[in-house]
């Protein structure tokens, strides 16, 4: 047996299909295994690509389409009052597992004292950018 090969080591790649809430030809859907908020859900391509950019063009309306479907769902289920959606790309972004992934967030009033500059927060002294 030789050296397992990345998609082998790959935690989206071994995924057991009993976590799958949602999926099409290019996508699934599955819940985030460390939520952030209830219904958080990380859309992930089922070819393994690192990144965003090396996602093709029908993978990229296949996550579209997906995200449109997840999202009329977590509403019906959660009824959330907005969302955060969004990935990180490399591992200076965050990126943990090095297989494309988005996460849909819902969020909820009272979640966070201020939600105003949303993922800005993420550089502290750069995020608030208005004037009380």
Not at 23 to 50: K, M
Request: aromatic letters at 12%; proline letters at 7%; glycine letters at 8%.
């Amino acid at each position: 047996m030789g050296p397992k090969t990345e998609s082998q080591e790959c935690p989206f790649c071994t995924l057991d299909k009993k976590f799958i809430i949602a999926e099409n030809e290019y996508f699934l859907a599955i819940r985030d295994g460390f939520p952030v908020s209830r219904g958080h859900t990380l859309l992930i391509p089922r070819r393994h690509a690192a990144s965003w950019f090396d996602l093709t063009a029908d993978e990229v309306t296949a996550m579209t389409s997906l995200l449109v479907l997840v999202k009329s769902s977590l509403d019906t289920e959660f009824s959330p009052a907005g969302y955060n959606i969004g990935w990180n790309d490399g591992a200076q972004a965050g990126q943990t597992v090095m297989h494309f992934h988005l996460h849909l967030i819902p969020r909820y009033p009272g979640d966070v004292r201020d939600p105003r500059g949303g993922i800005r927060w993420i550089f502290p002294d750069k995020a608030q950018y208005w004037q009380d």
